[in-house]
C-alpha cells in the first residue's frame, strides 16, 4: 500500500521533515522533526514544528509516531514540543547507547543522564516492524554516518536520514564518533538493493547553483548517477574518496547544541537553581 507524504522544508538547517499517513485511516508518523535554534542568541522557537502541527490538525490526522533517524548534528529535534502538542512515541534506533555513551564523556554530562536510551518511548531493532493503522513500518539498521542510524521502509517508499543524498550530492560524511566509512558503503548498498522503483526519502539536500531543494529520488536513479556511490564504484574506492573529503568538511554549525538536545530525545538540560537551562561548549575537543 502506497502511504501519504508530505514533507516539509527547513531552510535555515536544510532539513525535511516527513509526515506520513494511512491513505485508509487517520494514522500518521512523523520523521526527523526540527525544532528552530538561534545559535547567535541561544533562543529557540518552533515554527517549522508549528507548520506540521497546521497540516496534522487541518487534515484530521492522529499522530502515533515520532521517529529519528539518528541523533542529528544539524538541526535539534521537535520530538518533545510535538509529544506535548500531539501525543505519540518517541521511537530512535537501539544503538542510540553507544551515541549517548560517546557524548556523555565529551560533554562530561553528570548522573543527572543516563545513557540508557530510556529518554525515548521506544528503542527500534533492525527489522522491527510498527503497525500504524493499516501500514506497516520496517525498520532498517543502516550505520556508518553515526553507529546508530536507522532508514525506515513504509509501503513502497524508504526513508533513509542522513546515510544517503540525491545523486548530485552524494553521501553522508562518517567522520563523527563512532561513523565508519566502509561501514556506510555497506548500509547504502543495503538500501540500493531495494527494487529500482522504490522511492527514497531523504533528510537534507544541499542543491547545488540552479536546483531548488528536493527530498525525493529512487533507488535506480541513485544506482545510475549518484556522483559518490553510483554502480560501479567499489568499496575501497568509496572509502578513499569519503575519508579524503572529510577531512576537508568543517563541523555543522549546531552539533554543539543539537547532540545535547538530541540524544535526550528533545529535552533540554536540566534546569540549574535559577530556573535556567545551559548547553556546554567543550573548548579545542571536537
Known amino acids: 500500500m502506497r502511504p501519504n507524504i508530505k514533507s516539509f522544508f527547513d531552510q535555515g538547517t536544510s532539513t525535511f521533515t516527513h509526515v506520513v499517513s494511512d491513505p485508509l485511516s487517520d494514522a500518521c508518523v512523523i520523521i526527523d522533526p526540527v525544532l528552530n535554534y538561534d545559535p547567535k542568541s541561544g533562543r529557540t522557537n518552533e515554527n517549522s514544528a508549528d507548520e506540521v502541527i497546521t497540516f496534522i490538525q487541518t487534515s484530521k490526522l492522529k499522530l502515533e509516531w515520532i521517529l529519528e533517524t539518528h541523533a542529528h548534528a544539524d538541526h535539534l529535534t521537535a520530538a518533545q514540543y510535538l509529544r506535548m502538542k500531539l501525543g505519540g512515541k518517541i ?21 543527572e543522564f543516563n545513557a540508557d536510551g530510556s529518554q525515548f518511548d521506544c528503542l527500534l531493532k533492525d527489522e522491527q516492524k510498527i503497525v500504524f493503522g493499516k501500514l506497516s513500518l520496517k525498520c532498517l539498521f543502516v550505520p556508518g554516518h553515526t553507529p546508530a542510524c536507522m532508514a525506515y521502509e513504509i509501503g513502497d517508499a524508504v ?33 540500493l538493493s531495494y527494487p529500482d522503483e522504490t522511492s527514497l526519502y531523504m533528510c537534507h539536500d544541499y542543491p547545488p547553483d540552479g536546483r531548488s531543494a528536493n527530498c525525493l529520488t529512487t533507488v ?67
Do not use: W
Open 159 to 191: 526513508f533513509v536520514g542522513d546515510t544517503l543524498f540525491l545523486p548530485d550530492v552524494g553521501s553522508a560524511r562518517c567522520d563523527f564518533p563512532g561513523g565508519d566509512a566502509r561501514t556506510l558503503y555497506k548500509s547504502v548498498k543495503k538500501i
Open 220 to 286: 535506480g536513479q541513485e544506482r545510475a548517477g549518484n556522483i559518490h556511490i553510483h554502480d560501479g564504484i567499489s568499496e575501497d574506492d568509496f572509502v578513499q574518496m569519503r575519508t579524503t573529503r572529510d577531512k576537508t568538511l568543517k563541523m555543522p554549525a549546531l552539533i554543539l547544541p543539537a547532540i545535547q538536545v538530541n540524544i535526550r530525545a528533545g529535552e533540554m538540560p536540566p534546569k540549574e537553581k535559577n530556573g535556567t537551562s545551559y548547553l556546554k561548549i567543550p573548548i579545542n575537543l571536537l
Open 91 to 111: 521511537a530512535i534506533g537501539e544503538h542510540i547507547l553507544r551515541v549517548q555513551q560517546v557524548f556523555k564523556e565529551i560533554f562530561n554530562i553528570g548522573d
